[in-house]
């Protein structure tokens, strides 16, 4: 089983910027072995593929509607994901979730992913 545990999310205005993170745990867990992925939900919207990025660390993947605002990267040695977004827009509010998937290649697919954190509000005011 693995664990995952966004934060970092909170209320900024429109052209600001947040940095979330997802720390990974569990028992026999190796993180490196796992794609990480973003995704959120907005009020009243499904969810959607935000960023996702391959075990390996070496091939990320964008939403064009985050692309060049928003940067993935992962800490192998912290078992850490991060999503960094900058210009943030009010249309970016939402709650943001990590997801894991073993020796994932960077899908935008929801089920592909084995494991979800609990998610992190993120509210850009205009």
């Known amino acids: 089983q693995v664990h995952l545990v966004e934060s970092g999310g909170g209320t900024v205005q429109a052209g600001g910027s947040l940095r979330l993170s997802c720390v990974a745990s569990?028992?026999?867990?190796?993180?490196?072995?796992?794609?990480m992925g973003w995704f959120r939900q907005g009020p009243g919207k499904e969810r959607e593929f935000v960023s996702a990025?391959?075990?390996?660390?070496?091939?990320?993947f964008y939403a064009d509607s985050v692309k060049d605002r928003f940067f993935i990267s992962r800490d192998n040695a912290k078992n850490t994901a991060y999503l960094e977004m900058n210009s943030l827009r009010p249309e970016d509010t939402a709650v943001y979730y990590c997801?894991?998937?073993?020796w994932g290649v960077g899908y935008a697919e929801s089920e592909k992913y084995d494991f979800w954190g609990q998610g992190t509000q993120v509210t850009v005011g205009s």
């Open positions: 569990g028992r026999a867990f190796t993180f490196s072995n796992y794609g």
């Open positions: 997801a894991a998937d073993l």
């Open positions: 990025i391959t075990w390996s660390g070496g091939t990320k």
